[in-house]
């Protein structure tokens, strides 16, 4: 579909950019899709802001902490294998 080149500078649409189409009363409607300028921000906005987690803190003390056994994964057969450093 070609849209006119008046049109497409109005928008700032450029050829080979992605719309979305949709029909409505009979009439076909094309938008540009919402750009985001910064990923990160629009991630935060999920969250309502960010949370100050020290993450390592958070797993070392999750080693401390008894599990019951009927709630522990077993990785490789449920025997922990030696790692070289």
Known sequence: MTIPESVRTKLGVKIGDKL????????IIMESPKQISNPSNALWNLFGKPLN???????????????EPSKRKKLGGGKRKAQNA
Do not use: C, F, Q, T
Request: proline letters at 4%.
């Open 53 to 67: 987690i020290d993450a390592a803190k958070l797993v070392e003390e999750s080693w401390d902490e008894p599990e």
């Open 20 to 27: 979305i189409v949709k029909s409505e009363n009979k009439r």
